[in-house]
């Protein structure tokens, strides 16, 4: 989940008066509270408004026009999670697409998070895929800026990065909440979608990641799936950080984790995964052991990490990723101590109408 990319200050919205709004008017309501278009919560939503422990996991969709890679996968996570995240070309490599994955899932009883990135698309088709989203019945949308096409299969692709994650989060909760286009042309009936976002607690400048996901909340995320997380000291940290700027009461946070498999998988995440840090008792315990273990050391490895991001106040949930290796979610998930997912009961008071405080911040965000 890892960000390369910081988009030119000519991608930047501007000139007109409805635009400069993208990056200016980030102090408005909290997020999250009104569900003013009527619309029924999913189950994710609902569970993490009850107060439950929420599960989310990853689902990469093919490199070829295979629905049955997701159908299976979702089926196989169907009793354990809350829900899926369907990736947009993770990584800037062609896959099948997210909206396409989140029906596929839905249709296999599993609710889908449609993630949108801003790489490939302009404003115009980013506010007609979040029509479009609304339209098919796809409750949860996470967006974010997107990785550079040079780090995918196409690496002469032209990116667009006409908005940023933070600009299109507020882009999709205008249009949710004011029923309105950016352009300010006026939407009936308007869409209604939980709002999504990423943040990378590990990444440099430290200091300042907190305050980061402040502008995301207040841009319109109503919950947050951060990088993998192995420094579970560092990221307890950042969420005593979060908790002070009342951040938790306003989103709901999940925390990235996922096994690390083999000796190859540990080097690339150390090398080539930004924001991504393993301290050297993890990266020891996993060489200790012989290269035929390393995978079920690092699904104990991950089952520990979920038991000890359980004891942090303020995390929601967690959010799995096991990229090729979905199938072991359910091993993780059991020997965390975690029961195949409940339905969600009656709703608590949810993060956004708990928080009486607003959070003023200006800018744009320039990474996922």
Partial sequence: ????????????????????????????????????????????????????????????????????????????????????????NSSAVVRLSSWAGSLIARAAGVEPIMQLTCRDRNRIALQSELLSASAMGIPNVLVMTGDHPRFGDHAGAKPVFDLDGVQLLWVARTMRDER????????????????????????PPVDFRAARLGKKVAAGAQFVQTQYVFDVDAFARWMSQVRDLGLHERCHILAGVGPITSVRALSHLQRDVPGVHIPADVARRLLAVPASRTADEGVSLCAETIGQLRQIPGVAGVHIM???????????????????????????????????????????????
């Fill in 1 to 88: 989940m890892g960000s390369r990319h910081r988009p030119p200050r000519s991608a930047r919205p501007g000139g007109r008066r409805d635009d400069r709004h993208v990056t200016q008017q980030h102090d408005l309501a909290p997020a999250g509270g009104g569900n003013l278009t009527g619309e029924v919560p999913g189950r994710f939503r609902s569970a993490l408004e009850s107060g439950a422990f929420a599960v989310t996991a990853e689902i990469g969709p093919p490199r070829g026009a295979d629905a049955d890679a997701i159908r299976s996968k979702a089926a196989s996570l169907r009793d354990w999670v809350t829900a899926v995240n369907i990736t947009d």
């Fill in 180 to 203: 309105r286009l950016l352009s300010g042309r006026a939407l009936d009936p308007a869409p209604g979608w939980f709002l999504g976002a990423v943040e990378n607690p590990s990444a």
């Fill in 322 to 368: 096991a990229a090729g290796g979905e199938e072991r979610i359910p091993l993780i998930l059991r020997r965390a101590g975690l029961s195949p997912a409940p339905e969600p009961g009656p709703p608590a008071a949810s993060p956004a109408t708990k928080a009486s405080a607003r959070i003023t911040t200006g800018g744009a965000d320039h990474a996922r």
